[in-house]
């Protein structure tokens, strides 16, 4: 596949659009999942309990616009980022295509239609993905942690470029804190998810009962939605721990927050105490928001990857 201006383009158009949809819809989980990840100890009650409990402050306090607070921060990283993400992966993966150790030597021909995307070999799909995720976060990490503290309220930010640039006086170890954490995360999340997506994508058009060549634009967006929710929700709960670690490094402001092994060790301690007092959580103290983040991935993936491969294909024909 040769990848044209016209088709970074369209990468870019559509990675923004599914960005900006994303970030406005799903806002609320994004803070929530923020506000319980940021405190200091364990949480003793149930999952939903909390969830409900944060909810219920937040319109006390702010109203229901609050459960929007940081909508501007989050369309700042977001919205590039997607758009970054989606174009990079676009191209890389263009490239690889071309090689014989990454590309898909297999002809599915059931599944040679209603994509745009170039095919790789599984191995090729997971470095893609890890490379791609990892380079646009290292760019824009400063702005995740950005979009964390707008989010949380342990800090009183007024505008967005007077917030950035009181982080960028701290130096550059202030503009990338968490980055080790994010890359952890992000690594094997982009990798697995671009993974599971194209072989559930590819599954799915093998076993349906309709022509390859005869599937309709909206039949082939719900396959892409569907593999993409799929592959989110698998993905988000193999790395949501390193999510917990990113967020505590970058909202919290105490030396004991400011490295990630003893970020590690402050949550590990935190369990330990709660286990001593009868608590039980286990390792629960790495999963504290899981059910926020999945449910926000799930549908960011089944709304992003739907937009941006339908995108594709309505531009190309």
Known sequence: MRLSLHGLTSSDFSGALSGFGGAILLQPLDLLKTRIQQGDS???????T??????KDIIRNEG??????????????????VALYFTSLTYLRSIMAK?????????????????VLPKLSSQGNLI??????VG????????????????SELHAYRSLSGSLLSIARMGPSELMRGFVASSLRDAPYAGLFVVIYESIKRETKSNSCVPAYFIPTAYAVGIHSFSAASAGAVATMATHPFDVIKTKMQV??????RGFTTTVMRIFKAVVFSSLNSQQRGAAGFFDGASLRMSRKILSSAIGWAVFEGMLLFMQT
């Open 252 to 257: 919290r402001s105490e030396d004991k927050y």
């Open 50 to 55: 909390i969830i409900w409990r944060t909810t």
């Open 42 to 48: 364990a949480l003793n009650a149930g999952n939903t």
């Open 136 to 151: 646009v976060g290292l760019i824009l990490n400063p702005f995740s942690i950005l979009k964390a503290r707008f989010e």
């Open 128 to 133: 893609a993905g890890a490379t791609a995720r």
């Open 64 to 81: 229901i616009k609050g459960l929007w607070t940081g909508t501007s921060a989050t369309l700042v990283r977001n919205v590039p980022g």
């Open 99 to 115: 090689s014989p150790y990454f590309s898909a030597h297999q002809q599915h021909n059931r599944d040679s239609s209603k994509t």
